[in-house]
């Protein structure tokens, strides 16, 4: 198969025509355009600074006001607060300084800050319990601190000396602080009642209802009724709350003095004896008169003589024994004249 033949001369493609060169523009008619973009962008910059920039506000002057009064007021102002605080001689939380100062020109929502007094430094409040009211007083004194004190009764601590105080010991407080002293006014005083007459059991009642300590003491007598007081220490009257009030109270005596009964009649001797406590013992002797029957002739113990209570005492009666004088002296009898009587008359003529 025969290869196809190849022309010998190929057309040539035809060209487009070559474009035609605009004409140049007039520079003239474009640069109010430029103008016009420059003024626009200026003015964009301007907004933009102005709006970022801050405004300028007066900081108002806080010093001499509380913390909480001069916070509000700059942050209603537009301020950030930043605070210090120190020891000052001025209240606590009293604005003692700030920076910015007062009326000058700064920068709104810039911080503003404040000086805070603390107050003035600490001081660890003396201990004076138990010490007298005047060297309490003189201790907290030359500490800084003031002082005020009120009295109480106190069983416990001395009369003028410090009960308690308020602070305690060692707390930390300014100078100047006020130190309430609780001062002794030693035992509270109470009215002892009156109780002699009373049994014991009835004083002793009595005088501890109203705040005392009773002690009784014993005392023989004859005369009082056993178990009643005779006297007390105090007496009536005022006396400290708690305090110590002796009784005596009567009783029998252990020993008792024997009554005298000698020529007594028997049943007076023994009443006498029984009411001194003791008993009796009776024995009879003959008497050779008359008067002496029935009366004590001698008794054992001796009068006056201490014996134990319900000792024995012997008394010897006398009875009466005609036969121990046979011949009692007569009589003694007074004479009397006596006038013989007048002769019966004679009768006439005899």
Do not use: C
């Amino acid at each position: 198969m025969m290869a196809p033949l190849e022309p010998e001369h190929a057309p040539e493609p035809t060209k487009p025509p070559p474009l035609r060169p605009l004409p140049p523009r007039s520079s003239k008619r474009r640069w109010p355009w430029f103008a016009l973009g420059g003024l626009l962008l200026f003015a964009a910059l301007v907004a933009a600074v102005m709006t970022l920039m801050p405004s300028k506000v007066e900081v108002p002057s806080v010093v001499g006001a509380s913390v909480s009064s001069a916070s509000q007021r700059l942050r209603s102002d537009g301020f950030k607060v930043e605070i210090l605080r120190d020891n000052s001689d001025k209240p606590r939380n009293t604005v003692v300084g700030q920076d910015p100062l007062g009326e000058t020109i700064a920068d709104e929502g810039s911080t503003v800050t404040l000086n805070i007094s603390d107050g003035p430094p600490l001081q660890a409040v003396p201990d004076v319990v138990g010490d007298g009211r005047r060297a309490a007083r003189r201790t907290l004194s030359d500490a800084g601190f003031k002082v005020e004190e009120r009295t109480v009764p106190s069983a416990t601590v001395k009369l003028n000396r410090v009960v308690s105080q308020t602070p305690s010991a060692k707390s930390q407080y300014e100078r100047g602080a006020t130190v309430e002293l609780v001062i002794s006014g030693g035992p509270e005083q109470l009215q002892v009642p009156d109780v002699i007459g009373k049994t014991e059991n009835e004083a002793r009642s009595a005088l501890e209802g109203a705040g005392f300590r009773v002690t009784v003491a014993k005392q023989e007598v004859d005369k009082k009724e056993p178990g009643t007081v005779l006297s007390q220490n105090p007496a009536a009257g005022a006396a400290s709350r708690g305090s110590l009030v002796t009784i005596s109270v009567a009783e029998e005596p252990k020993q008792v003095s024997v009554p005298g009964v000698v020529g007594r009649s028997q049943n007076a001797a023994t009443e006498t004896l029984s009411d001194a406590g003791l008993k009796i013992d009776v024995e009879e002797t003959p008497v050779d008169t008359p008067d002496k029957d029935g009366i004590v002739q001698a008794q054992t113990p001796d009068p006056d003589e201490k014996v134990d209570r319900g000792t024995t005492v012997t008394i010897t009666v006398g009875v009466f024994d005609p036969d121990l004088n046979p011949d009692p002296p007569a009589a003694t009898t007074t004479p009397t004249t006596t006038t013989p009587a007048a002769a019966p008359p004679v009768a006439p003529g005899r």
